[in-house]
């Protein structure tokens, strides 16, 4: 009973101090505290004037050597009375941040404390702001999405809106947004996206401005993802749905519009030639890494790059020299389709030390390093074998594949164990007989390594090429026509593959930014040097079946006065050709590209520069070569310090004291025979070995120069088209010389 009595008294006493009375009392002076606060807030807090951010600084970038490559900074704004911009076109903003903009005292309560407490709380970045708000963080405060900024922009949101009106508020935020492609405001923008004016621009048009607002970066259409194109289409659609619903468009006029796609970008002024591909190269490693566009935008950042000005000028001057010099682009419409790209790397530290985009930034603003819409064709093919000697793979019958590995080198010849019938065409329809891998990587034979590739498992193929740097994407399909480089892949890309491979299969992933500095933000950039991805045996195997390629194959016009190795591509129907390779202090992927002077599809690049095709044996070589050598100051001693698999090649020819390509003398039993030659290559005729392996040549001495044929180098493995890899054909390998890879 006493216990009863105990408990019954303590809930009686929670009763008396928890009334409704007191809890509701409780709950008014709270209020009535809050609302003191923040009156006294509002009494604190003056309206500043204009911010930093609202004029922008300018952007340094430097040279390696601390030089000043470009400055950026020069506002692309103009401001425009709301009388320039048609009432439609100033709705869709409303419609699509603020649709109560017009009644409302300026700010959004629950919006902003709710973005308060999810920066609190570290959710990050919310929205929930009114344009008046945007419009008083624009212009008045700064970016930072901090709690207190936040109280802030709100107070000062509710004077501005006392004080303002609204169509002088909405003037100022469309005036001060950023839209993307350095576009400060809506005239700025009308101009970049659509080549108008912003009195010219239609409801269509200005829904698309409004949308692209909510993130500049990833909803610019032309380089935009397919996730952020459908994104922005969706908020287009939301933009103009909510106008119908406020009554400022009509239903069936709505239904009649047609999503607006923009034009395709062009260089802000003062960022022409190879400066503003390499700016926007450089904000866009920045961005991957973590700082935001509108931080960069916002200004005031020294960045240095691992640009090397004197290798820049020599890239510059090697493809003006060996490409631009032979080109007549204001006369002939082939010349004009011919579109250069290339970047170097130093394989030690990563440093992106050179790279050339194009003609100019203002005259062609798709960077021709970066691009990833072209076949890397066979320069994929180093890959393949590094993957092989990586994974131990065996041949059809048992044999460890190296480098004196036989395979059939028939033309058209069908693989082997694979579920996905492929049969592709070497180059000029050249049946091979029984060769080694060296002979198949110096003369791109397709069919051996259409063979190694299933023998391999194109899966791990696929696996090593990512792992060395090719980036992943619907073409890159693990089928046996990936041996031809038929994924996309910029020189950026290849230059980091080779790097990799260069770097002894540790890897690097190239990087155009030295350093980032700002007074308010710090940028934690990774390592370009990373781990281990193949074994050094791997890569340094495949380093050694490079040399092959440079001293007596189809890339000998690379060579120069320093050890070189690298490899030839020509992709399918000559739309693209390359040759990417390095020496022990420099790795570089040059491409030439066939392209519409729109840019809306690839041409073949077949009498574009020469009679004939332009495979990577011929200007892509002579390009690399030519940068090469100059690059290294007139050349090198430096050798290649390789540990290869046993029984991979054997000796090492060395290059004369001139540079120049070699032809190195081997032993009877090297080479296997060739039974099938064109006449326009005339390669000596080896015994066939009885063996799976070769043992490796004597040391040589120094070997003869070779002679080049009389109309083309060494195989550069063009043969044809490879089957699609979604819809394998092994009845239609291709057109005879149609493509290569």
């Not at 440093?351 to 798709?366: D, F, K, L, N, S």
């Amino acid at each position: 009973m006493g216990r009863t009595s105990t408990s019954t008294g303590g809930k009686s006493r929670i009763r008396r101090l928890f009334t409704w009375k007191k809890l509701l009392g409780t709950f008014l002076v709270t209020c009535l505290l809050v609302m003191g606060a923040f009156y006294a807030l509002y009494l604190m807090v003056p309206v500043p004037s204009a911010n930093a951010d609202a004029t922008l600084q300018s952007n340094v970038y430097k040279y390696s050597n601390g030089k000043v490559l470009a400055r950026t900074g020069k506002i692309n704004r103009e401001i425009v009375g709301l009388d320039k911009v048609p009432l439609p076109v100033q709705r869709t903003f409303v419609a699509a941040e603020n649709k109560t903009f017009y009644e409302d005292n300026g700010v959004d309560i629950m919006g902003t404390a709710r973005a308060a407490w999810n920066t609190v709380s570290g959710k990050g970045k919310q929205g929930g702001s009114t344009i008046t708000q945007q419009y008083v963080k624009n212009y008045y405060l700064s970016q930072d999405q901090t709690a207190t900024r936040k109280l802030k922009e709100m107070v000062i949101a509710i004077k501005v809106d006392q004080r303002m009106e609204k169509n002088d508020i909405l003037a100022g935020y469309i005036n001060t947004s950023y839209y993307g492609r350095s576009a400060y405001g809506v005239q700025a923008a009308a101009q970049a996206y659509y080549g108008v004016d912003a009195e010219k621009l239609n409801v269509a048009q200005g829904a698309y401005l409004a949308a692209v607002l909510q993130a500049p970066s990833q909803y610019d259409w032309h380089a935009a993802s397919e996730k952020g194109r459908k994104a922005v289409e969706y908020r287009w659609n939301y933009v103009l749905d909510n106008m119908v619903g406020e009554g400022w468009l009509d239903a069936t006029t709505r239904a009649g519009l047609k999503f607006p796609v923009p034009q395709k970008p062009k260089a802000p002024k003062g960022l022409s030639g190879q400066s503003g591909y390499i700016v926007e190269a450089a904000n866009q490693e920045l961005m991957r890494q973590g700082v935001s566009e509108e931080d960069l935008k916002a200004g005031g950042w020294t960045i240095t790059l691992n640009v090397d000005e004197k290798k820049q000028k020599a890239l510059v001057d090697a493809v003006d020299k060996e490409l631009e010099s032979q080109l007549d682009r204001k006369n002939s419409k082939r010349a004009a389709s011919v579109q250069a790209g290339a970047t170097s790397v130093d394989p030690k530290t990563g440093a992106v030390v050179a790279m050339y985009g194009g003609i100019g930034a203002t005259e062609h603003w798709t960077n021709n390093a970066t691009r990833r819409d072209y076949q890397p064709a066979s320069t994929y093919k180093p890959i393949v074998l590094a993957s092989a000697i990586d994974n131990k793979a065996e041949t059809q019958d048992g044999r460890r594949i190296g480098l004196n590995t036989i395979y059939d080198g028939a033309n058209k010849r069908p693989v082997v164990g694979s579920a996905i019938p492929f049969a592709p065409e070497n180059e000029d329809q050249v049946s091979y007989g029984a060769v080694t891998v060296q002979k198949a990587t110096n003369s791109s034979i397709n069919a051996v390594y259409a063979q190694m590739i299933v023998d391999v498992g194109a899966d791990k193929s696929k696996k090593t090429g990512l792992a060395l740097g090719v980036k992943d994407g619907v073409d890159f399909v693990p089928t046996p026509s990936q041996s031809l480089g038929v994924m996309n892949a910029s020189t950026l890309d290849m230059a980091g593959a080779y790097a990799t491979l260069a770097h002894h299969g540790v890897k690097v992933t190239p990087s155009l930014v030295k350093s980032a500095e700002h007074k308010d933000r710090t940028v934690n950039r990774p390592d370009p040097i990373g781990e281990s991805v193949i074994s050094r045996e791997a890569a340094d195997t495949t380093t050694q079946a490079m040399m092959g390629v440079v001293q007596s194959g189809s890339g000998f016009r690379a060579a120069g006065p320093y050890q070189a190795v690298g490899k030839t591509g020509t992709s399918e129907n000559n739309r693209s050709a390359w040759f990417v390779g390095y020496t022990p202090e420099l790795v570089t992927a040059v491409g030439l590209f066939g392209e519409s002077p729109d840019g809306g599809s690839q041409l073949t690049l077949t009498d574009a520069i020469n009679p004939g095709r332009a495979n990577g044996g011929k200007l892509p070589a002579q390009i690399w070569g030519a940068y090469t050598t100059k690059a290294l100051g007139g050349g090198s001693s430096a050798r290649f310090d390789l540990e290869t698999v046993a029984g991979s090649g054997g000796g090492e020819p060395s290059p004369t004291a001139t540079g120049e390509a070699q032809d190195p003398t081997t032993s009877p039993s090297d080479e296997p025979t060739e039974p099938t030659t064109p006449p326009a290559m005339t390669p000596a005729t080896p015994q066939v070995p009885t063996g799976p392996t070769i043992t490796a040549p004597p040391e040589q001495t120094t070997p003869p120069e070779p002679t080049a044929p009389a109309t083309q180098p060494p195989g550069d493995g063009n043969g044809g088209n490879p089957p699609n890899p979604g819809n394998p054909d092994p009845g239609n390998p291709g057109n005879p010389g149609a493509a290569g890879q």
